[in-house]
């Protein structure tokens, strides 16, 4: 049981399948669910991956799901979900930014399963090389995570670490500018900010923000000027807004 996880919703099951990383021990459908294209290619996916297909009634979808949301009818019982090795990606990462500008996100103890979702979805949409989280204090990568991230998860790299400060001083010797997100007195517009070569952008914890070590060890601290009378945005727009920014200017 410590080992399996089980992914539900049609995007996320249809993602999972086409990413092919997790082992997958069976996919679930409704003995109701009714048949549309997208179920359709859920089924033909897990066919063709050699993946056992089991018809089972609702309640059994609702059991796997529990109360993180509506499975539409799918639920897929795989292994967990397969984090890379930071000693082995990074070096491989960094040795090839003389020609695409790699982009790193840096998750300072986000905690809530939707912001982390949000995030890797938008790290998938723009092309972000390697997502870093700390092993304490922080969401990791669950179902609801999965399901959050309309299954963009399973294309994301992402790697656990147990000290962010350490790995942080690593990027430095590597001349990787460090842009953490900050409101603060220090941080200036980031648009503003020159971005040159490789990059790591570092986003604080919902309540707050970055940590004291995290923040020394950034090259800059930046901001989204904001405009509303609310002057505040979630970890997972600003950190998707900020990652916009950041490939724009790095990758044109």
Same mark, same amino acid.
């Given at each position: ?5 089980? &992914?539900?919703? =049609? ?5 999972? *399948?086409?990413?092919?990383? %997790?082992?997958?021990? $069976? @996919?679930? /459908? ?75 996100? &840096?998750?300072? =103890? ?5 912001? *982390?979702?949000?995030?890797? %979805?938008?790290?998938? $949409? @723009?092309? /972000? ?124």
């Amino acid at each position: 049981m410590a080992n399996r996880d089980f &992914i539900y919703g =049609r995007q996320p099951v249809r993602e999972v *399948l086409r990413a092919g990383t %997790r082992r997958i021990s $069976a @996919l679930y /459908v409704g003995a109701s669910a009714r048949e549309t294209p997208d179920l359709e290619e859920i089924v033909r996916l897990a066919s063709e991956s050699g993946v056992e297909i089991k018809r089972v009634k609702r309640h059994r979808l609702e059991q796997m799901a529990g109360h993180y949301g509506n499975h539409q009818g799918v639920a897929l019982e795989t292994g967990r979900y397969g984090y890379v090795e930071w000693c082995d990606v990074v070096p491989e990462i960094l040795a090839d930014s003389t020609s695409h500008n790699p982009v790193l996100l &840096i998750l300072d =103890r986000i905690q809530d399963p939707q912001n *982390l979702g949000s995030l890797l %979805r938008s790290a998938d $949409a @723009l092309g /972000v090389d390697l997502v870093v989280i700390p092993k304490d204090r922080a969401a990791h990568v669950t179902s609801a995570v999965v399901r959050a991230s309309a299954g963009a998860s399973e294309h994301v790299r992402v790697c656990i670490v147990g000290n962010l400060a350490r790995c942080q001083k690593e990027l430095l010797g590597h001349d990787v500018a460090i842009i953490g997100l900050e409101v603060s007195a220090e941080s200036v517009p980031l648009a503003a900010v020159g971005i040159e070569g490789a990059v790591a952008l570092v986003v604080g914890s919902e309540a707050k923000g970055l940590r004291r070590l995290v923040k020394e060890n950034c090259t800059t601290l930046a901001s989204i000027p904001m405009h509303g009378r609310v002057n505040s945005l979630n970890a997972g727009v600003a950190g998707a807004v900020a990652l916009y920014e950041v490939t724009r200017s790095r990758r044109g």
